[in-house]
């Protein structure tokens, strides 16, 4: 008999602290993945940088403004002919009434600081902007009795100027520009170097207006923000308790058959239908069909709203999906109703991301364009920002998605500013709506 215990022993044909070529390829693989995986993440975040370098770049500037101050005196051989203080009377000097004024102010400035310069006073005052005669009408209509005083004004200087100052505008440029000249600019210089003209921030940007093309110096986004406030009220109001409401009656009272699927197959086919698709529905339906008043808030809000309702269903049945089946088990066992295990019980635990689900809606259609363009909502249509709730629904007026559009294609390069300008108040609009989802979501989400 053979003595087994004498045999040599097989050694192994792999070893545990040996790696095998199908094991060194396999970890060579995962590197190459994690390398892919890094090298597309540092791609997104310096196409991000750029991104928001090229946007502040542009941007930043139409926060600033340049000013020229000055000492107007408010003539009254020019604005009072009668002397009476009578505002009906004074209401008859128009704005070009004004304008001599200005000439006026710009000769006893340059009088003042010892300056020289070959301009005339018509092309010294053409350095302001084409609102300062309005602006100083206003000022004289506002309180009669101040005419016959001197008073210091800041008027607006003109795209041109404020363009130079910026460097946006150059002598080079100009060569062919028939609303500034080479002498303009160097008196621009000596009066910016006495200190008469200078930049300032720009608060009229955030809280003005629009403005027409021979003025867009005075061009502001704070009618078009007030718009964009009433028309995310009406998607508030509407879109919220009618999204969630069919949500949960899809998810947890709804018979399971083909008509609940076809539903839940047409919410998911709206989620991915083009928003322009929605503004075409809103312009035959609210105004062509139910005669609502064009380039209102109130009608963008309606058009708004059915856009973001599949949202809001979506991320709601979602939401009621991820609270688990025992707490419904654990209610009715109790002997509460269906209705009370819901509303008790399941709503309170979704409620977290449904509330992110409905604020991510709101800032998708906050940034909308497209819908609204359809409808009439677009720029320089309201003057002033509205009075009240009525008006601020049902007065024509734009959004701020609609005027940064409008700005875009204008020609003036100041417009353009602007345009790059309205974009960061409406990335800052955006970025804070999301910022608040995601404080919301970690603040009250429950962990199953």
């Known amino acids: 008999m053979t003595d087994i215990s004498q045999t040599p022993s097989t050694p ?11 094991t060194k390829r396999r970890n060579a693989a995962e590197r190459r993945f994690k390398a892919y995986g890094i090298a597309a993440i540092t791609a997104g975040l310096l196409v991000l940088v750029v991104l928001v370098g090229t946007i502040l770049n542009n941007g930043l500037g139409a926060f600033q403004q340049t000013f020229v101050s000055l000492n107007v005196e408010l003539s009254e051989a020019k604005l009072d002919k009668k002397g009476n203080r009578n505002l009906e009377d004074v209401k008859k000097v128009s704005t070009f009434g004004y304008a001599p004024l200005l000439k006026t102010a710009f000769e006893t400035k340059i009088e003042e600081l010892g300056l020289e310069t070959e301009l005339k006073s018509k092309d010294m005052a053409a350095i302001l902007s084409k609102s300062a005669a309005a602006e100083l009408r206003d000022f004289v209509l506002d309180d009669v009795s101040r005419i016959g005083t001197t ?18 505008v150059t002598r080079e440029s100009i060569a062919n520009d028939k609303k500034i000249s080479a002498a303009q600019l160097d008196f621009v210089d000596q009066m910016v170097a006495a200190g008469v003209v200078e930049k300032r921030f720009n608060a009229d940007f955030i809280f003005g207006a629009d403005a027409s093309d021979q003025r867009p110096e005075a061009a502001g986004i704070g009618v078009s923000m007030m718009g964009s406030f009433f028309m995310m009220l009406v998607v508030l109001a509407l879109a919220l308790p009618i999204g969630v409401a069919a949500s949960i009656y899809l998810e947890e009272f709804a018979p399971k058959n083909w008509i609940t699927d076809l539903i839940e197959v047409n919410i998911s086919n709206l989620a991915a239908v083009p928003s322009i ?10 105004i062509n069909y139910m005669h609502l008043p064009q380039s ?52 309170p635990l979704a409620a977290p991301g449904i509330l992110t689900g409905t604020i991510i809606g709101l800032a998708q259609a906050l ?57 960061i108040i409406l990335l800052i609009f955006l970025v804070t709506m999301n910022t608040i989802a995601v404080i919301l979501r970690r603040r009250f989400e429950r962990r199953w």
Request: no cysteine; proline share 7%.
């Open 12 to 22: 192994p044909k792999t070893s545990i602290h040996k790696t095998d070529a199908r």
């Open 151 to 168: 008073v210091e004004f800041t008027f607006l200087a003109n795209s041109r100027v404020d363009g130079y100052l910026k460097g946006r």
């Open 277 to 286: 698709v929605f503004g075409i529905l809103g312009l035959a339906v609210f």
């Open 296 to 347: 209102a808030p109130l009608v963008g809000g309606l058009v708004l709203t059915l856009m973001t309702l599949p949202t809001i269903i979506i991320s709601t049945r979602a939401s009621l999906k991820a609270v688990p089946p025992s707490i419904r088990d654990a209610a009715l066992g109790l002997g509460a109703s269906k209705m009370q295990s819901v509303f008790h019980h399941v709503l």
């Open 367 to 423: 940034g909308e364009t497209a819908p609204l363009l359809l409808i009439g909502m677009i720029g320089f249509i309201a003057s002033n920002a509205p009075d009240s709730i009525s008006a601020g629904l049902l007065s024509p007026n734009s959004a701020m998605p609609a005027q940064i559009y409008e700005w875009a294609k204008r020609a003036e390069p100041a417009f353009y500013e602007r345009a790059w300008g309205g974009i």
